[in-house]
C-alpha cells in the first residue's frame, strides 16, 4: 500500500475528502517527526512505539575489501509493534 491509497482509504472511511485526508495524514507524520526530533517516546495505543535509539560509533568489516571501516555514531527510530497490531497481523495471515 502506498500514500496515495492510504490517504485515499482514510478518505473514504472518515468521509473526507482527499485533500483533507491528506492534510490530515502529513500533519501525523509532521508531529510524529517533531516529538521524535525532540527525544520523545511516541505511543499509540493499537499500534506501537516510536522512539530513538541511539547506535554507538563501531568497527566494521566491509565485505567486498575486507578492510576495516568505521561507522559513525547516530540515531536511528526505532518502532515496537503494539500487541494488538501482532495479533491482527497473525489473523490476517493464517
Do not use: C
Not at 40 to 69: N, Y
Request: no cysteine.
Amino acid at each position: 500500500m502506498k500514500k496515495a491509497d492510504l490517504v485515499a482509504a482514510i478518505s473514504a472511511s472518515a468521509r473526507l475528502s482527499r485533500a483533507e485526508a491528506d492534510t490530515l495524514f502529513e500533519e501525523l507524520w509532521a508531529q510524529i517527526a517533531l516529538a521524535l526530533g525532540r527525544g520523545e517516546r511516541i505511543a499509540i495505543s493499537g499500534l506501537g512505539t516510536f522512539e530513538v535509539r541511539h547506535r554507538v560509533a563501531r568497527q566494521q568489516r566491509h565485505p567486498q575489501t575486507g578492510t576495516t571501516v568505521h561507522v559513525a555514531q547516530r540515531n536511528v527510530i526505532g518502532f515496537r509493534p503494539a500487541q494488538a497490531l501482532r495479533s491482527a497481523l497473525q489473523e490476517n495471515l493464517s
